[in-house]
């Protein structure tokens, strides 16, 4: 399964910028997430959305700046990322989750069966 993910760019600190993903059509995803990974750091968890109530989650270092969202009928997810900050800056990786463990466990990223390939946030102070 391979995700296509697009968006990211170069902004300066409070600005925002917008991530897509898509999944190919017709397969069942049970969560989209979004985790990224900054130069000498760890990926870490930064938003996900199950596909059954539409709950969202996110990590404490991006509420109230970042919305996750997802068309289910089209299997895509966005990430809409306002106020940035210097410290968001990292690349940006969405994944799909497609058990019920991926969509309990969303924040680590062995849930997830299938990732895009990256996509670069940078902003400026």
């Known amino acids: 399964v391979q995700l296509q993910a697009s968006g990211g760019g170069s902004v300066p600190s409070g600005g925002s910028l917008r991530l897509s993903c898509a999944a190919p059509?017709?397969?069942?995803?049970?969560?989209m997430g979004w985790f990224r990974q900054a130069p000498g750091r760890e990926r870490e968890f930064v938003a996900a959305?199950?596909?059954?109530?539409?709950?969202?989650f996110y990590a404490d270092s991006v509420k109230g700046r970042f919305t996750i969202s997802r068309d289910n009928a089209k299997n895509t997810a966005a990430l809409e990322m306002n106020s940035l900050k210097p410290e968001d800056t990292a690349v940006y990786y969405c994944?799909?989750?497609?058990?019920?463990?991926?969509?309990?466990?969303?924040?680590?990223?062995?849930?997830?069966?299938?990732w895009g390939q990256g996509t670069q946030v940078t902003v400026s102070s």
């Open positions: 994944a799909i989750g497609r058990t019920s463990d991926s969509g309990a466990y969303y924040y680590r990223s062995d849930a997830y069966a299938a």
């Open positions: 059509e017709g397969i069942y995803v049970v969560v």
């Open positions: 959305i199950r596909r059954r109530g539409d709950t969202r």
